[in-house]
């Protein structure tokens, strides 16, 4: 119950407080509890009992009572927003009418359930309006019904059961392509053929048999991410290219399928990166950012927190890719606001990741002392909860933060405590970090002339072209080299490689 109130949206809680109010002449113990739970941060029963002045034998009774209430005033909150629930309530009141003995009413308003049902393809929902129509038959002595009629009854029985089925399947093969890529961490040529096998087998059990919208929407969502997986973005970008285009073609899809839309602009967000596609990346992004203001997506959980970790972490990566450091900072400005705002809704690595990329703009941009800042935040995570390559190259970084500020006295050990992260992951050890490293340690006793930097320029350029130097994405350590070799800042250094 809990964990359910501090899910709860600001709209959502006016709505339960008036609830309460209308609904329960002694609805001022639940909203008593209720106002006390919402402002804990933590659950605290004894806590709770001394502020609602419940006794503690009945104080397990109220929290169900609680529970229930709100429960209900949600069920009531959306009932108007979503298609499944305003049917679903529509067949009970068929049934409703049924049991009243409005034989006609109800066979008027099941024709009606039939129609939405159909419109919205919600098959379980037309399975429940057909069984209503024997029961109404047969209330009729089957007055108004022949044999084909009948017949028909199970014929569309059958034909909506094989909707069903054929959801289903297709829901299967995208919820097992999503564990495989889980498991794979991202793209995988192995694990991609599992998923290409597991669609095929699927496509060959449904082959010639018209698939609903649905069945469709999982069908291309696991070709998209087979695509990505295979490393073949142009084709995954197509997929997610028509996949959005269909949603937002037909008026009733988004409002049914919210999150299978977010998910779709989420992805299409980084194929558009991963092609260079500037503008289509650009319009995505206000798009996405739009949301938090579409009543159709109020409902999907953090929605807000979503919508700023995914757009900024792509718009950062974006102002790197393009060296638009100095640009960057007033964004790097919104990030720490809204890190600040969302605290620990924001999941560990998520948290980690906009910081350290918040930390790379401050260093493009030439501004150490606040970038230092940042790393000492993010080497704080426990090394469980973060990835290798950030957690080494925010060593890394730190290392030059603190040369760059003139830190000499304390050059050493940063430099020992970032060899020892090195040596702590086999897979990561390069010989031009340790050069770095190395001359970074001379150079804080020795201050080096420019043409000790083309030197040190020159041997990791060797160094590093002999290993696989994959990790360089969280940092390019060798363009602030070749920016101190050519006496131009980091953010120049990075645009002439990028256009080398």
């Known amino acids: 119950m809990f964990e359910l109130i501090k899910s709860l949206n600001g709209p959502e809680k006016r709505y339960f407080t008036l609830y309460l109010r209308r609904h329960f002449k002694d609805g001022n113990i639940s909203l008593s509890l209720f106002q006390t739970l919402q402002n804990q941060s933590i659950y605290n029963e004894d806590a709770a009992v001394k502020a609602t002045a419940v006794s503690r034998n009945h104080f397990a009774v109220q929290k169900t009572i609680l529970y229930k209430q709100l429960l209900q005033a949600l069920i009531q909150y959306n009932a108007d927003s979503d298609v499944l629930q305003r049917l679903q309530q529509e067949v009970?009141?068929?049934?409703?009418?049924?049991?009243?003995?409005?034989?006609?009413?109800?066979?008027?308003?099941?024709?009606?359930?039939?129609?939405?049902?159909?419109?919205?393809?919600?098959?379980?929902?037309?399975?429940?309006?057909?069984?209503?129509?024997?029961?109404?038959?047969?209330?009729?002595?089957?007055?108004?019904?022949?044999?084909?009629?009948?017949?028909?009854?199970?014929?569309?029985?059958?034909?909506?059961?094989?909707?069903?089925?054929?959801?289903?399947?297709?829901?299967?093969?995208?919820?097992?392509?999503?564990?495989?890529?889980?498991?794979?961490?991202?793209?995988?040529?192995?694990?991609?053929?599992?998923?290409?096998?597991?669609?095929?087998?699927?496509?060959?059990?449904?082959?010639?048999?018209?698939?609903?919208?649905?069945?469709?929407?999982?069908?291309?969502?696991?070709?998209?991410?087979?695509?990505?997986?295979?490393?073949?973005?142009?084709?995954?970008?197509?997929?997610?290219?028509?996949?959005?285009?269909?949603?937002?073609?037909?008026?009733?899809?988004?409002?049914?399928?919210?999150?299978?839309?977010?998910?779709?602009?989420?992805?299409?967000?980084?194929?558009?990166?991963?092609?260079?596609?500037?503008?289509?990346?650009?319009?995505?992004?206000?798009?996405?950012?739009?949301?938090?203001?579409n009543p159709a997506f109020k409902k999907l959980s953090n929605l807000e927190v979503n919508i700023f970790r995914i757009t900024y972490q792509a718009e950062l990566n974006y102002l790197i890719s393009e060296g638009e450091f100095t640009k960057a900072l007033a964004a790097v400005k919104d990030v720490k606001e809204r890190l600040q705002k969302y605290g620990d809704s924001i999941p560990v690595h998520h948290r980690m990741n906009l910081e350290y990329l918040s930390a790379y703009m401050l260093f493009g941009a030439g501004k150490y002392e606040a970038a230092s800042a940042i790393l000492d935040s993010v080497q704080q995570y426990s090394r469980a909860e973060t990835a290798a390559a950030p957690d080494v190259m925010t060593a890394v970084m730190q290392v030059i933060c603190h040369y760059e500020m003139k830190s000499y006295s304390i050059i050493d050990s940063l430099v020992k405590s970032c060899k020892r992260k090195l040596n702590n992951h086999k897979e990561m050890l390069s010989e031009g970090i340790f050069e770095l490293l190395n001359a970074i340690n001379g150079f804080a006793v020795k201050l080096p002339t420019e043409n000790d930097w083309k030197k040190l320029s020159a041997r990791l350029e060797s160094a590093d072209s002999k290993t696989d130097a994959a990790y360089s994405n969280y940092f390019e350590y060798r363009v602030y080299v070749s920016a101190q070799a050519r006496r131009i800042p980091y953010e120049v250094a990075w645009r002439s490689e990028k256009d080398r």
Do not use: W
Request: aromatic letters at 8%.
């Open 92 to 293: 009970f009141a068929a049934k409703l009418l049924l049991q009243k003995g409005l034989t006609h009413q109800a066979k008027v308003k099941v024709r009606q359930i039939k129609a939405d049902a159909a419109q919205y393809e919600q098959h379980e929902i037309a399975l429940q309006a057909i069984q209503l129509e024997s029961v109404i038959a047969a209330r009729e002595q089957f007055r108004n019904v022949s044999a084909e009629d009948i017949q028909g009854h199970y014929a569309e029985t059958g034909q909506r059961t094989d909707d069903i089925l054929a959801e289903s399947a297709y829901r299967f093969a995208y919820n097992s392509a999503q564990k495989i890529q889980l498991q794979a961490g991202g793209k995988s040529d192995a694990k991609a053929k599992e998923v290409k096998a597991l669609l095929k087998t699927i496509n060959t059990r449904q082959a010639k048999k018209p698939l609903t919208r649905k069945a469709l929407m999982d069908k291309m969502q696991t070709e998209a991410l087979y695509h990505f997986m295979n490393r073949d973005t142009a084709k995954a970008f197509d997929i997610n290219t028509e996949f959005i285009a269909m949603m937002e073609a037909d008026s009733a899809l988004i409002p049914l399928y919210p999150q299978r839309y977010f998910a779709a602009l989420n992805n299409y967000l980084i194929d558009c990166f991963n092609l260079s596609r500037t503008e289509a990346f650009q319009t995505t992004l206000a798009k996405m950012r739009e949301l938090k203001d």
